[in-house]
């Protein structure tokens, strides 16, 4: 079993840059599909980003592309997420999981690409990141 903490949120200005960390202990991250989701109140968690074992095509949700990239150090079993250009709506509480396969659960639902948080086993207790002037 993997546990995952997430650390690296804040209270950023819009504009502004965060780097989130998901730190892994009882498993090597890197033989396995991983994403990062955020969640506001009374909202369904969404996913954000996610790359698979070895860099494995990594995927963004369409409004975070060109802005977030995500990335393995697998000497330190983590995984991060750089947030550039932060705007208001990327506000929420920020969670890193995996799904212990090596491969991301894509799917095609409402038009576009979503990344099911249903899918996903393994989770870290959230970071919060607020984007406010």
């Known amino acids: 079993q993997v546990q995952l903490v997430e650390s690296g949120g804040g209270l950023v200005q819009p504009g502004g840059s965060l780097r989130l960390s998901c730190a892994a202990s009882?498993?090597?991250?890197?033989?396995?599909?991983v994403g990062w989701f955020r969640q506001v109140a009374g909202k369904e968690r969404e996913g954000v980003s996610s790359i698979g074992s070895e860099d494995y095509n990594p995927w963004y949700k369409d409004s975070v592309k060109g802005r977030f990239t995500i990335s393995r150090d697998n000497a330190a079993n983590t995984v991060y997420l750089q947030m550039n250009d932060l705007k208001p709506d990327d506000t929420g509480v920020y969670f890193c999981?995996?799904?212990?396969?090596?491969?991301?659960?894509?799917?095609?639902?409402?038009?576009?690409?979503?990344?099911?948080?249903?899918?996903?086993?393994?989770w870290g207790q959230g970071t919060q990141v607020t984007v406010s002037s």
């Open positions: 009882g498993s090597i991250l890197n033989h396995y599909c």
């Open positions: 999981a995996t799904d212990m396969r090596p491969r991301c659960p894509i799917i095609y639902s409402d038009y576009e690409f979503r990344l099911p948080a249903s899918r996903f086993d393994s």
